[in-house]
């Protein structure tokens, strides 16, 4: 039996840098979503065609990225893919033109991806071994979602205090300066995190050896497409990543639907935020305790119910409370289908040493919402101002979450504990 070679301060550094490297692509513009439209003089579609752009790269990088993640440790990978992410803030803080943020994203993609994502699903799975998966994905993304609330936090505490009037009065210079500061603080955190990782994430010298292959052939990615797990696996996390790039908007909901202004909407984002780390830590607990195959088929069966509250309009700005709960409802769903699609790898007999491969893979399909989604969302909230477009956009998450709950459950009668 495989048990964990590494240390606990080895996943906390891998939560670290798993939701660093994602802050200036994406965390901000979700708890900033209306103050980057505004900064950028963009509107949803644009934005959304941003997000496609690195999702075009992404894909690509997916599939030559991932058996990389077989070969080479994954301490130097992260670290290297942190530092330059990091200099595209530097850009970003400039508020380029369309054309020069369409690129940036575009570079984006490749340095989280290409360079990042398979090393730290693989780092993670090691950390894990054969009893503990669901904890150390649970963790792994109930962490990162502590990470991002925290980075929230900090952007929105950062962004009032260099607004000097009230948030109605606040004019589009004070407004840009004020996210130029987060994005430059933002920044500068996730060099230091690089460092962080590149000097102590190191393990044991023949535990890393083990996981790494000398040569990636074609065999090995024919191994791979031949387990109906791999299969199964790119229908559930297209359908979980559909859902969780529509938790992109609830901080639009809020000002579109709820009428809240600019940093009342960023705080319902970093509300959301924080019902991450608390939804990754139960479940990996509870699916580690139970079988987390069958906690992954009801993660998919709330997220429908909770779309369904939103998609059917009984939500506006005279229901609050209902608002949160449904808010509530939804994240709980796709964060637990967040942190569990690769926990059941290892249910679904799929080989350690080509984890990397696999992930490659699986995430060629399981990501394409990076491409489709953005626009998608953005077209349905154009096309139909206020509450009707954001219903129609739930609607789209009621669907996928369909889908994704028969491949779960499908999964669950393959892989499930007899």
Same mark, same amino acid.
């Given at each position: 039996?495989?048990?964990?070679?590494?240390?606990?301060?080895?996943?906390?550094?891998?939560?670290?840098?798993g939701e660093s490297v994602f802050?200036?692509?994406?965390?901000?513009?979700?708890?900033?979503?209306?103050?980057?439209?505004?900064?950028?003089?963009?509107?949803?579609?644009?934005?959304?065609?941003?997000?496609?752009?690195?999702?075009?790269?992404?894909?690509?990088?997916?599939?030559?990225?991932?058996?990389?993640?077989d070969k080479y440790p994954p301490?130097?990978?992260?670290?290297?893919?942190?530092?330059?992410?990091?200099l595209g803030g530097l850009v970003?803080?400039?508020?380029?033109?369309?054309?020069?943020?369409?690129?940036?994203?575009?570079?984006?993609?490749?340095?989280?991806?290409?360079?990042?994502?398979?090393?730290?699903?693989?780092?993670?799975?090691?950390?894990?071994?054969?009893?503990?998966?669901?904890?150390?994905?649970? @963790? *792994?993304?109930?962490? =990162?979602?502590? &990470? #991002?609330? %925290?980075? /929230?936090? !900090?952007?929105?505490?950062?962004?009032?205090?260099?607004?000097?009037?009230?948030?109605?009065?606040?004019?589009?210079?004070?407004?840009?300066?004020?996210?130029?500061?987060?994005?430059?603080?933002?920044?500068?955190?996730?060099?230091?995190?690089?460092?962080?990782?590149?000097?102590?994430?190191?393990?044991?010298?023949?535990?890393?050896?083990?996981?790494?292959?000398?040569?990636?052939?074609?065999?090995?990615?024919?191994?791979?497409?031949?387990?109906?797990?791999?299969?199964?696996?790119?229908?559930?996390?297209?359908?979980?990543?559909?859902?969780?790039?529509?938790?992109?908007?609830?901080?639009?909901?809020?000002?579109?639907?709820?009428?809240?202004?600019?940093?009342?909407?960023?705080?319902?984002?970093? @509300? *959301?935020?924080?019902? =991450?780390?608390? &939804? #990754?830590? %139960?479940? /990996?607990? !509870?699916?580690?305790?139970?079988?987390?195959?069958?906690?992954?088929?009801?993660?998919?069966?709330?997220?429908?119910?909770?779309?369904?509250?939103?998609?059917?309009?009984?939500?506006?700005?005279?229901?609050?409370?209902?608002?949160?709960?449904?808010?509530?409802?939804?994240?709980?769903?796709?964060?637990?289908?967040?942190?569990?699609?690769?926990?059941?790898?290892?249910?679904?007999?799929?080989?350690?040493?080509?984890?990397?491969?696999?992930?490659?893979?699986?995430?060629?399909?399981?990501?394409?919402?990076?491409?489709?989604?953005?626009?998608?969302?953005?077209?349905?909230?154009?096309?139909?101002?206020?509450?009707?477009?954001?219903?129609?956009?739930?609607?789209?998450?009621?669907?996928?979450?369909?889908?994704?709950?028969?491949?779960?459950?499908?999964?669950?009668? %393959?892989? /499930?504990?007899?």
């Open positions: 039996m495989r048990q964990n070679k590494a240390h606990w301060y080895f996943l906390l550094l891998l939560i670290l840098a802050i200036l692509p994406f965390v901000l513009s979700r708890v900033f979503r209306p103050t980057v439209l505004e900064a950028f003089s963009l509107d949803n579609v644009e934005l959304g065609i941003c997000f496609t752009v690195y999702g075009i790269v992404a894909l690509l990088s997916y599939l030559f990225g991932g058996p990389l993640a301490r130097k990978s992260i670290a290297l893919a942190l530092w330059m992410t990091a970003y803080a400039t508020f380029p033109s369309y054309t020069i943020l369409k690129i940036l994203y575009g570079y984006w993609g490749f340095t989280t991806i290409f360079i990042f994502w398979a090393p730290m699903i693989k780092a993670t799975r090691v950390w894990g071994g054969t009893t503990s998966q669901g904890k150390a994905f649970g @963790f *792994l993304d109930g962490g =990162r979602g502590l &990470v #991002g609330a %925290l980075f /929230g936090l !900090l952007s929105v505490l950062i962004f009032s205090l260099f607004i000097n009037t009230t948030v109605s009065e606040t004019t589009l210079y004070e407004s840009k300066q004020a996210f130029k500061n987060v994005i430059l603080v933002c920044s500068g955190i996730v060099v230091l995190v690089g460092f962080l990782v590149w000097f102590f994430m190191k393990m044991d010298h023949k535990a890393e050896e083990e996981i790494i292959l000398d040569k990636i052939t074609i065999s090995e990615i024919k191994e791979v497409l031949r387990l109906p797990s791999v299969w199964l696996l790119m229908i559930i996390i297209l359908c979980a990543y559909v859902g969780y790039k529509i938790t992109d908007v609830f901080s639009l909901y809020a000002q579109d639907v709820m009428l809240y202004d600019q940093v009342q909407s960023a705080q319902v984002g970093t @509300f *959301l935020l924080f019902v =991450r780390p608390v &939804v #990754g830590v %139960l479940i /990996g607990i !509870l699916a580690d305790r139970t079988d987390t195959t069958y906690w992954l088929v009801v993660s998919f069966v709330v997220t429908f119910f909770g779309s369904l509250l939103f998609a059917t309009g009984i939500i506006s700005n005279s229901t609050t409370v209902l608002f949160f709960t449904s808010i509530l409802i939804v994240a709980t769903g796709v964060y637990a289908a967040r942190s569990l699609y690769f926990a059941v790898m290892e249910r679904g007999q799929i080989p350690l040493v080509l984890t990397g491969t696999a992930v490659g893979v699986i995430s060629l399909i399981g990501h394409t919402p990076d491409i489709f989604a953005g626009p998608a969302i953005g077209l349905l909230l154009e096309n139909s101002p206020g509450a009707i477009g954001h219903q129609h956009v739930f609607w789209l998450l009621a669907l996928f979450s369909f889908i994704g709950g028969i491949a779960a459950w499908y999964y669950f009668r %393959l892989y /499930g504990k007899k």
